[in-house]
């Protein structure tokens, strides 16, 4: 089971698989650098041109030593961004980035690369479960995770899924054991305002409840089938003494007879 925490001061690192989950903290990391960073992803970074006499932009480059502090500012914000993405990557991701100088470019090539184009999303879809049928087995927590993990790959397709679609869709996926539940919901909530994180609080609490009855249940069982057990073995135990008792007396009156049969009688 994956224990690995993150680190504040060290990029998230995509090797190929985990893309969706590099996406989400490699956004929070750029933004903890500073606004600059960030938005050198978002609009991009060109290398300052020279001006002719007219202050027209030219094609030539500017020496950085000539660059305005304004200039600086932007490509610094520039540099940080190409850095985080270049150590947030393994071996086999970096040759695709590897011989970008721009953050923007860099990152649109990694997302074409695991997203897509648009016809490439449309056929990742078919991949996607067409059910969010919950296990038997399966806990509400494990569950939810799950949920949340089919959401999250719809939504880097482009295709957001709403709260209301959601909640229905668990709402239809529960097994039997949640049918009581699930009427109780639909009959005193309105489930086009209620959120996927209140529903799955309800489900948690009547899942505890449950498992604490079956819990107690079983141990009621138990006890009944313990004391039964003493009982029966109680019965044996009289039983067996009641036994020994009558043997004892069929001996004691044995010699008994056996006195009176060979008493004298006395003469007539």
């Known amino acids: ?94 040759r695709l980035i590897k011989q970008c100088t721009v953050a923007k470019d860099a990152r649109d090539i990694l997302k074409a690369a ?21 296990l038997e087995d399966e806990s509400i927590q494990d569950y939810h995770l799950n949920i949340l993990d089919i959401a999250n790959a719809f939504e880097s397709l482009g295709e957001k899924v709403s709260e209301e679609k959601l909640v229905r869709k668990i709402l239809r996926s529960l097994p039997k054991r949640f049918d009581l539940k699930v009427t109780a919901i639909e009959e005193a909530h309105n489930i086009s305002s209620m959120n996927v994180d209140e529903l799955i609080g309800s489900l948690q609490n009547f899942e505890l409840v449950a498992d604490n009855r079956t819990e107690k249940k079983g141990k009621s069982i138990a006890f009944t089938s313990s004391t039964k057990n003493d009982v029966v073995l109680g019965d044996c135990v009289g039983n067996e003494n009641l036994s020994k008792n009558l043997v004892l007396l069929g001996k004691q009156f044995n010699r008994i007879m056996k006195h009176v049969i060979r008493r004298p009688r006395p003469n007539g």
């Open 114 to 134: 695991h997203e897509g184009t648009t016809k490439v999303k449309s056929s990742n879809f078919n991949f996607l479960p067409l059910s969010l049928r919950m």
């Open 1 to 94: 089971m994956e224990k690995e925490g993150g680190f504040v001061d060290r990029p998230p690192l995509l090797d190929g698989s985990n893309y969706d989950y590099w996406k989400s903290r490699m956004r929070a990391f750029l933004k903890s650098i500073d606004s600059k960073t960030w938005k050198s992803v978002l609009r991009g970074w060109e290398h300052p041109v020279a001006l002719d006499e007219d202050g027209n932009r030219t094609y030539v480059l500017k020496p950085e030593e000539e660059w305005t502090t304004a200039e600086d500012e932007l490509a610094l914000g520039n540099s940080k961004a190409l850095n985080a993405l270049f150590n947030g990557v393994d071996k086999n991701m970096f």
